[in-house]
């Protein structure tokens, strides 16, 4: 704790801006320099323009504006808008805190009450206190509450105060007030005491987080989990590593992989958790942080409005829990409507942090682990002046108790029967505690001699020595536990903390699920909403082109590929009409670093050159820019032109214009005999005589194999990046297997753009001839249960545990001829474990079936172990 704060609380006047007696027959005038001047009307003349050297004894106030935004700015950042790093709070927090600490009974009191109590320390009106009051209380740690106080999640606004009730927490009554370690100063009008800094012994800043606009600083401090805190705190006393991640209020998802400990630059991506109900509906059951379910609403609506995201209606059914289901319209894909929701609406969104604190009546910038450390070592600082005023205080008493025992066992009250004066009485008893001064902790004093004279007769009269022995010991015992603690104080804060970790908890575990997001390209996911068109000859596309020809469906923020005849390609965005040159022969919408999509091209270089085959992919250029590929050759032109979007390779026949001594006019050629190569390659010579005509002879296979599939279980998703678990080379109709520790299964395409569970027991590509060996607890029976199967195909999810919801998946295996161990509980806790030859115990059946009973015994435990 701080105990030197320069800081009283009373009003300075050598502060305060001097005043400055204006005379009612001047005006403030602007001089050239930008700066006031005092200047009186009767300077100024209408007809005779402003001239600021005409004017005498000018005031310049530039300083004085100085001096007052200063004092303002100081004002603003110390005590309205950025937290104290001791206790973690705002100045209207503490006072607030403060005065339910005066007000606390154990009962319920009126918002009204306790705001009109805070005004006592605070000077700005009820309205700040009200909502200051109601955000605290809505955090659910410091205060309970009674009534309806709003609700974070729809951004409800709490009832008038006189309507709602609140009163301190256990917590808050253990963690946060302590008068005897607090330190204190005057209020704004100085009729009364407030608390510098309260002595709380948790990282109450951290816990809540913080946020608040000051005069040319912001402090923006995200809440963390309360157990987690509590464990990183421990670790910092064992000298242990330890890392610390926001936890939000309401749920969701969050990408702390830039959070950067908090400081400024650092980024947290938040998302909102949405569940796949069916194929034609999404559920929204967390939303991100900051946002409400109004906002995530009006922002999809807008989505949609535009054609970004394509759904049919929006129901919100918030009550108690989040539930904002989002009905797709027909033939939108749900996995892509989700990405999407998470690209074009406040489904996901950045937060940005910036922590920034007052010590030592300064604003400091910090990170999460400095404040963090700091309130550790605050904590420890109060639990050892705590264990000293308790130490003092049992010393005290177990002096006026040895004190006592030693007056009364000794009689020495008898002698003051013949003093006649109180000076006398004082000496006498002073001369007849001198033969026992060595038995106390210190030297009597007069205020000792004086509580003795203070004996009631009856407490002398029924003294208890043997009691008092009794007490005296242990006091003695405690002193030494707490000298004891004091020698060991880290182990005694380790302590501390654990006990407020087991006390308080319960139902405070994570609710923001900490996950590595992939990153979304907007372009891949935005809904078809716009119709693309061409003027071939004229060299004109765009959406508006209606009555032309038709190229493809794409998004308004597709990007689009353009070939001409001469050679020449660019990539330019979606637009109502654009000019791409004379003569287009192919325009298709472009992905950017696609390197399946495989471009075919026969061209002719210059006016009597060779003729030339080559394939190429192109994966990214910049837009707008012209590119050749061509050898740029003057008169160059393409013959022959073809897109494959799996790299495909076709057969064509060539047709050469006749002439003397040719004799083979019409050949074939083979584009999957030539190799891909980059676009500026110059290609294959196939001939070097005119070409009449190229026509497509064969369509052909794709010449790039299969496509090699991972699968990323930080975020869930397939890629082809070689990031994660490899799942093998698909082709075109090849499937994926997801078993789920949900006891069901399903089969889906490879497509990058699918969602995954994030509770996955199998991913693999699906075999259909692959054999599964799968326990389960059946919850109907109350038994466990063993069963083969294999896994059919369908996008459908099927169970293979039983429709009981409180059945439960225990482990699943692949191996041909597996075994298990089974070790058993309860009752038969001491019968020893069985192992089962699952190929003998149970055939090959259906995924519906049953299966076999494992056990008649309660079984505690089942694992596969390796077979011989």
């Known amino acids: 704790m701080i ?41 100024l003349e209408e007809d005779k323009p402003y001239n600021p050297e005409d004017i005498q004894g000018r005031v310049h106030l530039s300083g004085m504006y100085k001096d007052w935004f200063l004092d303002y700015a100081s004002y603003v950042i110390l005590e309205r808008a950025v937290p104290h790093v001791y206790d973690g709070l705002k100045p209207v927090q503490r006072r607030i805190l403060y005065s339910m600490f005066q007000l606390d009974d154990g009962r319920f009191h009126k918002v009204a009450n306790i ?102 600083l912001a402090s923006k401090i995200l809440p963390h989990n309360f157990i987690e805190l509590l464990d990183a705190c421990i670790n910092i006393l064992k000298g242990k590593e330890y890392e610390i991640f926001p936890d939000f209020p309401t749920g969701g998802l969050a990408d702390c992989s830039k959070y950067n400990a908090g400081v400024r630059g650092g980024k947290v991506r938040v998302r909102a958790k949405i569940e796949m109900r069916d194929k034609k509906t999404l559920v929204i059951t967390e939303p991100p942080y900051s946002k409400t379910t109004n906002n995530l609403i009006d922002s999809i609506i807008s989505a949609n409005e535009k054609g970004k995201i394509k759904i049919r209606k929006i129901d919100d059914n918030t009550a108690e829990k989040v539930e904002i289901i989002i009905h797709l319209a027909p033939g939108a894909s749900p996995d892509k409507t989700i990405d999407a929701l998470y690209a074009f609406t406040d489904c996901e969104i950045s937060v940005s942090p910036n922590a920034c ?19 550790v070592n605050n904590t420890t600082h109060l639990l050892r002046r705590e264990l000293e005023i308790k130490k003092y205080e049992l010393e005290e008493e177990l002096h006026f108790l040895s004190l006592e025992k030693i007056f009364i066992e000794e009689e020495i009250y008898l ?91 319960k139902g405070r575990e994570r609710k923001t699920e900490l996950r590595s997001f992939e990153t979304i390209v907007a372009t891949k996911v935005a809904a078809i909403n716009e119709k693309l068109y061409v003027i071939r000859e004229e060299g004109f596309f765009g959406t508006s082109l209606k009555k032309d020809e038709f190229v493809c469906e794409c998004s308004d923020i597709d990007d689009i590929i353009i ?10 965005k979606v637009s109502e009409k654009s000019f791409a040159g004379k003569d287009i022969i ?59 979007p799996n790299g495909e390779a076709e057969i064509v026949k060539i047709y050469l214009k006749p002439r003397p001594k040719l004799k083979k006019l019409i050949f074939e050629f083979d584009f999957s005999k030539l190799l891909i190569k980059g676009r500026n ?85 699906f075999d259909p001839a692959k054999m599964f060996s799968a326990v389960y607890y059946d919850a109907d029976l109350k038994y466990c249960y063993l069963k083969r199967f294999h896994a059919e195909e369908g996008e459908k999810k099927q169970s293979f545990i039983g429709e009981n919801p409180e059945s439960q998946f225990i482990l699943i295996t692949d191996t041909t001829y597996p075994k298990l161990q089974i070790s058993f509980g309860g ?18 059946k259906s995924y519906k079936a049953k299966g076999k009973r494992l056990s008649n015994y309660k079984v505690k435990k089942v694992w596969e172990i390796e077979s011989n």
């Not at 951004?155 to 256990?170: C, N, V």
């Not at 950017?592 to 250029?621: L, M, Q, S």
């Open 3 to 43: 105990n030197d704060n320069k800081y009283n609380g009373e009003d300075d006047e050598n502060q305060q801006p001097p005043s400055q007696e204006i005379n009612e027959e001047k005006s403030d005038i602007i001089d050239s320099q930008g700066e006031a001047a005092l200047v009186p009307e009767a300077g």
């Open 115 to 216: 705001i009109g109590h805070t005004m006592q320390y605070h000077p700005h009106g009820d309205a700040s206190i009200n909502d200051a009051l109601v955000q605290i209380g809505q955090k659910n740690l410091l205060i309970d509450t009674q009534g309806n106080w709003g609700n974070i999640f729809t951004g409800d606004s709490a009832a008038a105060p006189r309507y709602i009730e609140a009163r301190l927490s256990k917590f808050a009554l253990d963690v946060v007030f302590n008068s005897k370690t607090t330190f204190w100063k005057s209020s704004y009008d100085s009729r009364h005491k407030e608390p510098i800094a309260l002595p709380v012994k948790f990282p109450l800043l951290l816990a809540e987080g913080s946020e608040g606009i000051a005069v040319g």
């Open 357 to 375: 604190i007052i010590e030592e009546d300064r604003p400091r910038f910090i990170s999460v682990n400095e404040i963090l450390e700091i309130s």
């Open 415 to 505: 002698d003051i029967r013949k003093c006649k004066t109180w000076e006398a009485i004082i000496l006498n008893i002073s001369q007849g505690l001198k033969p026992f001064l060595h038995k106390l902790h210190r030297e009597v004093s007069t205020e000792d001699i004086i509580k003795l004279t203070e004996l009631h007769i009856r407490r002398i009269s029924k003294y208890d020595s043997s009691k008092a022995d009794e007490n005296i010991r242990l006091i003695k015992e405690e002193i030494n536990l707490i000298k004891q603690n004091l020698l060991n104080l880290t182990e005694y804060a380790v302590e501390y903390f654990r006990n407020i970790k087991k006390k308080y908890s």
């Open 563 to 572: 070939f001409r005849r001469d050679g020449k390609y660019l990539i330019s």
């Open 586 to 644: 192919y325009i298709a919408v472009f992905n950017t670093n696609d390197n399946r999509t495989i471009y075919n091209a026969v061209y002719r270089d210059g006016r009597y050159g060779n003729i030339i085959a080559k394939r190429f992919p192109v994966t990214g250029i910049v837009r707008d820019k012209e590119y050749d590929i061509t050898q740029g050759t003057s008169n160059s032109k393409i013959l022959y032109f073809s897109g494959n």
């Open 681 to 765: 390659s110059i290609g294959y010579i196939i001939t070097k005589h005119d070409v009449h005509k190229i026509v497509v002879k064969e369509k052909g296979a794709s010449t790039l194999g299969g496509c090699d599939i991972w699968f990323d279980n930080q975020v869930f998703r397939l890629n082809t990046d070689k990031k994660g678990i490899f799942l093998g080379t698909f082709l075109d109709d090849d499937k994926i297997l997801v078993i789920t520790q949900s006891g069901y299964f399903r089969t889906c395409s490879y497509d990058l753009n699918n969602h995954f569970e994030d509770n996955i027991a199998v991913i693999e590509k």
């Open 827 to 844: 009752k038969n806790s001491d019968k020893p474990d069985v192992i089962v030859d699952v190929t003998e115990f149970i055939g090959v």
